[in-house]
């Protein structure tokens, strides 16, 4: 039997960033991890995620960021896919101006990932069976972020996360998951803990199974 392909698209969360230190969390630590070894040999998990990436903004400190941009790529050499797990937004709150933006680019992406065989000129079908993509909610940023960093209203805006993301799933027809509910972050930033990336692995690996069953 063929194993089902799972492209993880996301930002430093998805890559394992460890909080405070710019380090990566071991292979079997990070989420992306937890759930291939919980899926078992049925799956190839395939992780993409890049510290910075916005949902469709150019970050002025480094190129590269665009997470709309991105997927056209990554979608392309990773082909055939069976399903693509997304959490991207956290970092589109340095780039908007209040949380009422931040459903722009989290639409946008998700639409990207889900019309990607209309949308993305391709020679073979992206999706093997047809789209699906599951859309999860990135866990707010630490409760102090405001004050470590000098900004304000960026706590308040994360919390808006699920709704802003069930809503687009519901819009789009995709799967959903609250990351908030899983996804601990650290003291210091936006990054998730070793316990934060334990739980929201185990609530993914949950949430596929019940996708293929």
Not at 151 to 157: H, I, L, S
Not at 173 to 181: I, N, P, T
């Amino acid at each position: 039997m063929e194993k089902k392909r799972i492209l993880c698209y996301g930002d430093s969360n998805t890559w394992g960033y460890v909080p405070g230190l710019a380090t990566r969390y071991p292979d079997d630590v990070r989420w992306t991890g937890v759930l291939r070894n919980l899926l078992g040999d049925a799956y190839t998990v395939l992780e993409d995620g890049i510290n910075g990436r916005t949902t469709v903004y150019e970050q002025e400190w480094a190129v590269g960021r665009n997470g709309r941009e991105g997927l056209n790529y990554t979608l392309q050499a990773q082909k055939p896919i069976d399903l693509i797990v997304m959490m991207l937004g956290t970092n589109d709150l340095s780039m908007v101006s209040d949380a009422s933006k931040l459903p722009l680019g989290i639409r946008e992406v998700a639409r990207v990932a889900k019309y990607a065989d209309q949308i993305i000129n391709v020679s073979a079908p992206i999706y093997r069976n047809g789209p699906k993509v599951l859309l999860i909610a990135p866990p707010p940023i630490n409760v102090n972020y405001d004050e470590q960093n000098g900004t304000v209203g960026k706590y308040e805006a994360s919390l808006k996360f699920p709704e802003i993301c069930k809503a687009v799933a519901d819009e789009l027809g995709l799967y959903f998951l609250d990351g908030s509910r899983y996804a601990e972050v650290g003291l210091i930033d936006c990054h998730m803990t070793e316990k934060g990336h334990r739980q929201l692995g185990e609530a993914v690996a949950e949430k596929v199974k019940e996708i293929f069953a």
